[in-house]
């Protein structure tokens, strides 16, 4: 026994109900902030309540990195509403140190000296990337010290390893979003680009943070 | 020669169905999978995925990222369970014609994408030429598929056969 014709229009649409329903249910399912891009606003350069971002996933030993820092910065003084937020994204298989120099400056995030420590480690990268290997940490110590930081917490809180958690969930943020190389940067999370031009750059600025 | 021919027609004539009913079900569950895989995650991450490719303006990204996994899931499972095969061929067919299209231009501009991005956040990644491979086959079964007038365990085999006169 076959089923009328009338009810064919009828199955389509329950199937596609079904359908909907199924995302609904997969959607709830997933846990509250898998894919989220999170703000971590101690790590913000430049206007907070600026709408458009830019979202740059970088490793201090990465020498592409280094090259763009000055740029980034200087384009940040030049657009007011800029908005830059860093993200770590260490090549921990070739970039051995990086792991600890981005838990460092988690470390003195705590204190509120992300970006001021974050500048620190991409000028002073010279000194802290080329003494020997397990000695850099002292380097990490002293430039806490530099900026004023209490020594003992941030010495605490680097020895701890309690940031590498963060650095790593930073890393997972980026490769959900197909980055597999630094510097790479995100224009309001949705685009990608790994130019590391200058006159790119502004275009980019222009494009997002023009008056 | 003949005897050959022969024999691999009646082969056919006894599998034929039980193939084309697999890759009816495996098609249709890869492009559920594929939908479902991009529905699962922020429509930010597909967007992302689309603008890796540089073929559209980015203001157009969002709205193609919305669209395009639930035409994935829908069409894809009306083709899994056999409903309206042949309406249902239409769409799949231009998807993977227009995944063809996409993934081909960026071999050919060589933009050194290494994840076609096809299935979201999973672990299932495939290089852009084994993505554009995929899909010419998807294009050649459906077609194959859209050909048949029957097809086994599907829903439309539940319903009254369409008359000429409606």
Redesign the interface.
Same mark, same amino acid.
């Given at each position: 026994m076959?089923?009328?014709?009338k009810?064919?229009l009828v199955? @389509?649409i329950l199937? *596609?109900l079904?359908?909907v329903a199924?995302?609904l249910i @997969?959607?709830s399912l *997933?846990p509250p902030g898998k894919?989220?891009?999170r703000p971590e606003p101690w790590k913000t350069r430049g206007d907070p309540s600026s709408q458009s971002f830019l979202v740059e996933f970088m490793d201090y030993q990465c020498p592409f990195c280094q090259h763009i820092h000055p740029i980034l910065k200087k384009l940040m003084k030049e657009y007011p509403k800029a908005k830059l937020i860093y993200k770590h994204y260490p090549i921990d298989s070739i970039h051995k140190r990086a792991v600890k120099a981005a838990e460092a400056a988690e470390c003195a995030g705590d204190q509120g000296k992300f970006l001021e420590y974050h500048d620190l480690l991409f000028a002073k990268s010279d000194e802290w990337m080329k003494v020997e290997y397990g000695h850099y940490i002292y380097n990490f110590y002293h430039y806490a010290r530099d900026l004023g930081l209490d020594e003992a917490a941030f010495k605490a809180c680097l020895d701890s390893g309690a940031k590498e958690k963060i650095v790593f969930e930073n890393k997972a943020e980026g490769q959900?979003?197909?980055v597999?190389m630094v510097p790479t940067l995100?224009?309001n999370?949705?685009?990608?680009i790994t130019t590391t031009d200058e006159n790119n750059f502004r275009k980019v600025f222009n494009e997002l943070f023009h008056n | 020669m003949n005897y050959f021919i022969t024999k691999v027609k009646v082969i056919w004539g006894l599998w034929k169905r039980p193939i084309l009913f697999l890759l009816r079900v495996s098609i249709g569950a890869l492009f559920v999978f594929s939908g479902?895989t991009k529905?699962?995650?922020?429509k930010?991450?597909f967007?992302?995925?689309i603008?890796?490719y540089q073929l559209i303006p980015?203001s157009l990204?969002?709205f193609v990222a919305s669209v395009l996994p639930w035409i994935e899931?829908?069409f894809g499972?009306?083709f899994l369970?056999g409903?309206?095969i042949e309406m249902s061929s239409i769409p799949l067919v231009c998807l993977a014609v227009l995944f063809q299209i996409v993934l081909g231009q960026s071999l050919l501009r060589q933009l050194g994408l290494?994840?076609c991005?096809c299935y979201g956040?999973t672990n299932v990644h495939l290089t852009i030429y084994q993505s554009f491979c995929l899909d010419t086959a998807l294009v050649l079964l459906i077609t194959l598929l859209f050909s048949e007038d029957h097809h086994a365990l599907a829903?439309d085999n539940?319903?009254?056969?369409?008359t000429k006169h409606g």
């Open positions: 076959k089923l009328p014709r009810y064919y199955v @389509g199937i *596609v079904i359908d199924t995302c @997969g959607r *997933v894919y989220l891009l959900a979003r197909y597999n995100l224009i999370g949705t685009r990608v | 479902y529905l699962m995650q922020p930010e991450i967007e992302i995925s603008n890796m980015a990204a969002p899931f829908v499972s009306f369970l409903y309206n290494d994840d991005g956040h829903l539940l319903f009254e056969t369409k």
